[in-house]
């Protein structure tokens, strides 16, 4: 009896762990702050690839570099300059993973070629469903949302932008990002 007691309870806290948590992330911006929930059950490549630049503090002193209201901010690899950094190899798209481009989501950034994404994100400031994935389109994999600061989202689309290089949509004086820091983790509910 007491062994079954036992064994109901380490399946018990097994199956919580297994339910894991998805991440918490505190994004501080030069016009406010972001909380992020890191959709680490559905799309883990993503996640753990997004964790490991926080953990590399490569994010720290990057920019939003692409602002287009009614559409998205994109940023996570260009520091004040518009120089890219340097960043680890390309991972694979998760844009399978049933998530949908929608207003407050994060999504990887990546170029034609679907499994090219690395540091670069972009939150959707809209519903953008042409970017999920379809028969005709590979898509874009979204990982997390946000959670708390959409209004800074929101405040960072109005910023005036103008054409830098060969890069279009850039804000006149640089949107920062901060610090990026996992908060904790969450319980699913």
Request: charged share 20%; with cysteine; net charge positive.
């Amino acid at each position: 009896m007491l062994n079954k007691a036992l064994f109901a309870i380490s399946a018990a806290c097994m199956s919580l762990q297994v339910m894991a948590a998805n991440t918490l992330v505190e994004m501080k911006t030069s016009m406010g702050n972001i909380e992020i929930e890191l959709f680490n059950d559905k799309a883990p490549i993503s996640a753990k690839n997004f964790e490991a630049y926080i953990k590399d503090n490569f994010y720290n002193g990057t920019i939003f570099h692409r602002v287009i209201p009614g559409f998205m901010i994109q940023g996570g690899g260009m520091d004040a300059n518009m120089v890219e950094k340097p960043t680890k190899a390309p991972i694979q798209n998760e844009s399978y993973n049933g998530l949908k481009n929608a207003r407050g989501t994060l999504a990887m950034a990546r170029t034609n070629k679907p499994n090219s994404a690395t540091s670069q994100f972009f939150i959707n400031t809209v519903d953008n469903d042409f970017l999920n994935r379809s028969q005709m389109n590979a898509g874009y994999a979204v990982f997390g949302k946000v959670t708390k600061g959409m209004d800074v989202v929101d405040k960072i689309t109005q910023v005036p932008t103008a054409n830098f290089g060969m890069h279009q949509n850039v804000p006149k004086q640089a949107v920062k990002i901060i610090s990026v820091n996992i908060k904790a983790a969450e319980e699913k509910k």
